[in-house]
T-cell receptor, first 111, second 117 residues
Framework: GESVGLHLPTLSVQEGDNSIINCAYS??????FIWYKQESGKGPQFIID?????DKRQGQRVTVLLNKTVKHLSLQIAATQPGDSAVYFC??????????FGAGTQVVVTP | SQTIHQWPATLVQPVGSPLSLECTVE??????LYWYRQAAGRGLQLLFY??????ISSEVPQNLSASRPQDRQFILSSKKLLLSDSGFYLC????????????????FGDGTRLSIL
C-alpha cells in the first residue's frame, strides 16, 4: 500500500551545524505533509507543514523542501542546538485527518 | 488558544485489571479526536478516531475500546488489560475538516506511559 517512510534511523550532528532529515513517500497523489518533533517522554510537536503546490517552506530555523518528481521531502534545521535532539517524523494525512507516520529519525546533537 | 490534556502521565497496572485513560481538548469545538499507541523506539499506530460525539472508528482489532461522551472528551478503555497493552498512549486532535479529510495538522497531548505487570 501507499506509505510514508524515513531514510535514516539516526542522525548525529555537531552543535552549530545544519541537520537534514529525509523522508520518502510513495503516493504521488499526496498533497500535504507535516513534520513533527518528539522529545523523550513527550508527545509529537508540530514543526512545519507543506502543501504540494509549494516546493519550499521556511519557519524559524527550519526549512521543508518538497520534491514531487522523486516523491521526497526533507527537513533542514539550521544551526542545530542541543534542544533539537529528538525524534523527527514526517507524516501524511489520509481520510478524516488520519495521519500515516514513518518510524522516525533520531537526531543526536553532539557538542 | 487550544490545549489538550491527557492523564494520568504514567500508570502501572496488573494484568487483567481495567483501564481508563482520559483526554480533553479546550479552545475548539467539534474537533476530530484520535488515540495512538507508540511502542518504544517506534512510530505511531492509530487505534481509534472520532469525528463527533458518540462516533468511534477503530483502526485495528484489539483489547481496547474508545468512547466520546462529550464533544471534547475522548476516553480509552479496557475491561481486562493484557501484557501486550503496555506502551505509550497518545491522544491528538485536529480541526474538523471535510468529509474526506482535511489538510490540517494533528496536535498531540503529552501521552500516558502504561506499564502492565
Amino acid at each position: 500500500g501507499e506509505s510514508v517512510g524515513l531514510h535514516l534511523p539516526t542522525l548525529s550532528v555537531q552543535e552549530g551545524d545544519n541537520s537534514i532529515i529525509n523522508c520518502a513517500y510513495s503516493n504521488s497523489a499526496s498533497d500535504y505533509f507535516i513534520w513533527y518533533k518528539q522529545e523523550s517522554g513527550k508527545g509529537p510537536q508540530f514543526i512545519i507543514d507543506i502543501r504540494s503546490n509549494m516546493d519550499k517552506r521556511q519557519g524559524q530555523r527550519v526549512t521543508v523542501l518538497l520534491n514531487k518528481t522523486v516523491k521526497h521531502l526533507s527537513l533542514q534545521i539550521a544551526a542545530t542546538q542541543p534542544g533539537d535532539s529528538a525524534v523527527y517524523f514526517c507524516a501524511e494525512p489520509g481520510s478524516w485527518g488520519k495521519l500515516q507516520f514513518g518510524a522516525g529519525t533520531q537526531v543526536v546533537v553532539t557538542p | 488558544s487550544q490545549t489538550i490534556h491527557q492523564w494520568p502521565a504514567t500508570l502501572v497496572q496488573p494484568v487483567g485489571s481495567p483501564l481508563s485513560l482520559e483526554c480533553t481538548v479546550e479552545g475548539t469545538s467539534n474537533p476530530n479526536l484520535y488515540w495512538y499507541r507508540q511502542a518504544a523506539g517506534r512510530g505511531l499506530q492509530l487505534l481509534f478516531y472520532s469525528v463527533g460525539i458518540g462516533q468511534i472508528s477503530s483502526e485495528v482489532p484489539q483489547n481496547l475500546s474508545a468512547s466520546r461522551p462529550q464533544d471534547r472528551q475522548f476516553i480509552l478503555s479496557s475491561k481486562k488489560l493484557l501484557l501486550s497493552d503496555s506502551g505509550f498512549y497518545l491522544c491528538a486532535w485536529s480541526v474538523a475538516g471535510t468529509s474526506l479529510g482535511s489538510n490540517q495538522p494533528q496536535h498531540f497531548g503529552d501521552g500516558t506511559r502504561l506499564s502492565i505487570l
